[in-house]
């Protein structure tokens, strides 16, 4: 029988009263979007108004509601369904075909599926993602339309809760796509994506920290440009992101590289006089981990001395009206009292970095 008379016969019958029979109604059409969409418009136009339908009828029968109950177990068997199909990878795939409403629904869905986990704790629909790569690619390119990148951006911080597929994120072509979707001109997107980088970065520490290790020279060969961003949002929230991550204890061998590279320091010295103060802040939470590291190669030891007396001077009046922050007061007095025990000043690198 064709797709479009499938189609219709299944619109005809009585509601589904099952969670299969739901599922089976969406995959016929998504199969008929998939086979007739450069063929017959009206075809297609029927298909998404049913998927709109069909979609709050599954996700009715996993999440339930005051009238209809649902037990971990049925909605672990509706999974178990959806993962043997198509459907979520389809779903995605037209998502900028079906409606506003239609795509939270498909975010909504994709939540649960990728979510759940059997009592082994293992995610059917992770695993379900883990093989398919493409679903995740998929999910990423969907920053490059308007119309989906939100939603595309929210089904894909989900799957990054799940350790295995945010490794397959880090380690597949897609993780330095992320230093070029972060500076998209539009604010929205932009935002969206650096918290899915974000989140790529902090949540699984052990995993990010291999990761690091093993791709640190490309990794903040690219980051330390977001620094020099001409997007004010991209640099403080880079350079807090940075902060974070050196701070975090999982990245101690990662931070003590960094912290003795001469670069580094010299760009934190910048920062520490931006002209917005919240960056000017920001800056000083990584510029204090080269001060106090106690095993600072000779290099950091050179500058921190030449600038010495200049430093002194900038830290004594830096960010005073903060000096109520118990915290900052007390980093500030360390800092301060760490520089001062250094030797006498020979030149001054700090004065330079003025004109650069």
Not at 203 to 209: D, N, S
Not at 221 to 243: D, E, H, I, P, W
Request: hydrophobic share 45%; net charge negative; charged share 25%.
């Amino acid at each position: 029988m064709p797709l479009l008379e499938s189609l219709k016969e299944a619109l005809k019958a009585d509601r589904p009263k099952t969670g299969a029979e739901i599922l089976a109604r969406l995959a016929n059409c998504l199969n008929v979007i998939e086979h007739e969409q450069a063929r017959d418009a009206k075809a297609v136009e029927k298909a998404v108004e049913s998927i709109a339908k069909y979609l709050q009828l599954l996700l009715l029968a996993m999440r339930g509601d005051e009238e209809h109950q649902v037990t971990k177990e049925s909605v672990l068997e509706l999974t178990l369904e959806i993962v043997k199909t198509e459907v979520i990878f389809l779903l995605i795939r037209h998502l900028s075909l079906l409606g506003f409403e239609t795509r939270k629904d498909v975010a909504s869905l994709c939540s649960i599926v990728v979510r759940l986990k059997d009592d082994n704790e293992k995610s059917p629909g992770a695993q379900y993602v883990a093989a398919r790569p493409y679903v995740l690619e998929k999910l990423f390119w969907g920053y490059e339309d308007p119309a989906i990148a939100l939603v595309s951006g929210s089904m894909l911080r989900d799957c990054t809760r799940d350790e295995a597929l945010a490794k397959i994120m880090l380690y597949g072509p897609l993780f330095l796509h992320f230093f070029e979707k972060v500076e998209t001109p539009n604010f929205e997107i932009a935002s969206d994506a650096f918290s899915t980088f974000k989140d790529l970065l902090t949540r699984h520490k052990g995993v990010v920290a291999l990761y690091l290790q093993e791709h640190y020279a490309e990794f903040f060969a690219a980051y330390m440009k977001l620094l020099q961003s001409s997007n004010y949002v991209t640099r403080r929230q880079s350079l807090k992101l940075l902060g974070e991550m050196l701070l975090d204890r999982s990245n101690v061998k990662v931070m003590v590289k960094f912290v003795s590279e001469v670069p580094h320091l010299m760009q934190m010295m910048m920062l520490l006089k931006d002209q917005s103060r919240s960056i000017q802040f920001e800056a000083f939470h990584v510029f204090k981990v080269f001060v106090a590291n106690p095993n600072k190669p000779q290099p950091i030891i050179d500058i921190l001395t030449n600038n010495r007396d200049k430093l002194l001077k900038f830290l004594e009046e830096f960010h005073t009206e903060r000096d109520e922050d118990e915290q900052f007061r007390e980093e500030k007095t360390v800092l301060i009292k760490e520089i001062s025990l250094l030797g006498a000043p020979v030149a001054s690198a700090f004065a330079a970095t003025e004109n650069a």
